[in-house]
């Protein structure tokens, strides 16, 4: 009897011994769901953060949203310095293996002319595009940089209709909204909302030469951030700015200002300017091109703003026209190519400016209010165009 027992017993034990892996793998495969959900969302999930990577008077503008997406608008020029750049700052700065949306305002070699070097170094997953100006094809050296660019690998390229978002992943808890907008392109905008302001002085500042270049088709883009507002209108020009305020604003206000084309001055008409009412202005100047007299002026003129911002100091004859050293990411020609990055607060309420190579930081409050007519204008959808 009592040997019967301990043989069962042992019996008992051989089953548990037995079922003991079984259990354990079920265990194994019941958490593999968990790990899958936390992988999609980063383990520290950052900021908010904008980079301006210096292209020396082109334009290449890097948004990492908490969730890890990236956004680059414009990929500097042709030839690899400004590819290598972006690389730099997207790879090894921002700890990117992807860019996730590529947004191409226009087609000028300071814009795209980058774009193919840099889906050679890393994956582009979705370029937002316009349609190709026919004048440009006239260009020798357009011909084969579109070549290069239109048989770059990306998996969607797209067009966004005046109104629609950049399709975007939910960002982590305790991040704000976030939505990067198509205000418009090829001199087609969103129209006239209830909430759209009208603009003074409309009639007071006179219109410049038509510009038959493709700037004046520039994408127009404003992301909102919870309360934080930004605008990259690429490289548009006078009259055509004239158009989103006057003689209804609508944008609205914002915080940050990306000058418009490089500060030149074909372009940063000051009503624009004055009806964004920017705390902050950032310019993708170089060292002999942008940061016109007219645009400078007009930048220094408008109240709401507190700091201008530059990627290089203007090294040409009218170097009186330049913010203070402070706030110049390069001073000299021969330069390293440094960046500005602003990260905004996880609650939208502040946001820091920051030249990393020369230590300089400044904060920012963000607007208590904006006017922001865009966002109550029901959005047409996006076109995915043929690869
Ligand atoms: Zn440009």
Known sequence: MFLNILIHMKKIKLLFAALLPTSFLLLVSFKIPDT????????????????????????????????????????????????????????????????????????HND??????????????????????????????????????????????????????????????????????????????FVPVTKTSTATNGCETVKDKLVDNSDNANSQVMVMNYGPFRFFDGGDLTWNIEKNLVCPQNIIGTVDVYQVNHHGLDQSNNSLLI???????????????????????????????????????????????????????????????????????????????VSIPATKHERVFETKESHITSITSYVPGLSQVLKP
């Open 111 to 188: 814009h795209f002319g980058g774009a193919a070097l840099l889906a050679a170094k890393m994956p582009v997953i979705e370029v937002i595009e316009r349609p190709v100006a026919d004048s440009l094809l006239l260009d020798k050296n357009f011909a084969s940089l579109m070549q290069a660019y239109r048989v770059m690998p990306v998996k969607r390229r797209s067009m966004l209709r005046p109104g629609a978002t950049i399709s975007l992943k939910t960002l982590p808890r305790g991040f704000q909204k976030l939505s990067i907008q198509m205000v418009g392109h090829d001199k087609q």
């Open 274 to 352: 004055k009806a964004l009412a920017p705390t902050v202005s950032i310019m993708g100047n170089g060292t002999q091109k942008g940061g016109g007299p007219e645009t400078i002026t007009s930048l220094r003129n408008t109240p709401s703003i507190q700091a201008q911002y530059q990627l290089h100091k203007n090294i040409r004859a009218d170097s009186a026209f330049n913010t203070s050293e402070e706030y110049i990411a390069n001073l000299k020609a021969d330069c390293d190519g440094n960046y500005v990055k602003l990260t905004v607060a996880a609650d939208g309420k502040k946001y820091t």
């Open 36 to 107: 899958k959900l936390l992988e999609a969302v980063p383990i520290n999930p950052v900021n908010l953060t904008i980079y301006w990577i210096d292209t020396e008077g082109g334009a290449a503008t890097l948004i990492v949203t908490p969730a890890g997406e990236s956004i680059l608008i414009d990929a500097g020029n042709p030839g690899g310095r400004d590819s290598d750049r972006i690389f730099e700052v997207a790879h090894h700065v921002a700890g990117l293996k992807q860019i996730d949306h590529l947004v191409i305002t226009h087609w």
